[in-house]
């Protein structure tokens, strides 16, 4: 098993580009999770999904877009990339019903937008 | 609304001397209780949970916490730091039913000097 796996490692985009952060998981794990990570800040939930076609807001959706079209890939869609979207983000799922809470974490995709 | 409190931003502890790092939750119902633990330019692993039972958990890498209701606590101890201990360390709330999504403290820098 890879687990969850991210691509690509590292990123700059230039204020206004798009990109796709890639995320795949092979343990069948019906959810899914995408957080960013800001220095002194801890992780913040972006979007989540529970299983394919359903996804949902976390706390900071806002210039970010998912999709959820097969069971282990979750992408995220960043449209006119801003400076606030500096960040690590992380990739994570999990496998309801009793453990949904124990996430398995990809190791991160550090973007900057300048 | 729920938030997860790590008061120390930054502990440097002697290898071999003990450790323990603090997390205070505010949250309406039963949490569910983790600490995570991140190395540098890695992803989150999980250390060890609380679900409901014995208030003393262990976990992996010899860590283990305890669950105090009175005191809204769930600190995290080590007898004895590794070296290979330092690392930033999460402690995080599990919140909003089945979907399993987390609220995660700001996390506390661990180093250890030989």
């Known amino acids: 098993n890879a687990g969850v796996t991210q691509t690509p490692k590292f990123r700059i985009l230039k204020i206004g580009q798009s990109m796709t952060l890639q995320c795949t998981q092979d343990m069948n794990h019906n959810y899914m999770y995408w957080y960013r990570q800001d220095p002194g800040m801890g992780l913040k939930l972006i979007y989540y999904s529970v299983g394919a076609g359903i996804t949902d807001k976390g706390e900071v959706p806002n210039g970010y877009n998912v999709s959820r079209s097969t069971t282990e890939d979750f992408p995220l869609r960043l449209e006119l990339a801003a400076p606030s979207q500096t960040s690590v983000y992380f990739c994570a799922s999990s496998l309801p019903p009793d453990r949904a809470y124990e996430q398995y974490f990809g190791p991160g995709t550090r973007l900057t937008v300048t | 609304a729920q938030s997860v409190t790590q008061p120390d931003i930054h502990i440097t502890v002697s290898e071999g001397a003990s450790l323990e790092l603090r997390c205070n939750y505010s949250?309406?119902?039963?949490?569910?209780l983790f600490w995570y633990v991140q190395s540098p330019g890695q992803g989150l692993q999980l250390l060890l949970k609380?679900?409901?039972?014995?208030?003393l958990v262990q976990g992996i890498k010899g860590f283990e916490a305890e669950f105090k209701r009175s005191q809204s606590s769930f600190n995290l101890r080590k007898p004895s730091v590794h070296w290979s201990d330092a690392a930033e360390y999460f402690c995080a709330v599990g919140y909003g039913g089945s979907q399993g999504n987390l609220i995660f403290g700001k996390g506390t820098k661990l180093s250890v000097k030989p």
């Open positions: 949250y309406g119902a039963t949490p569910y």
């Open positions: 609380y679900f409901s039972g014995d208030t």
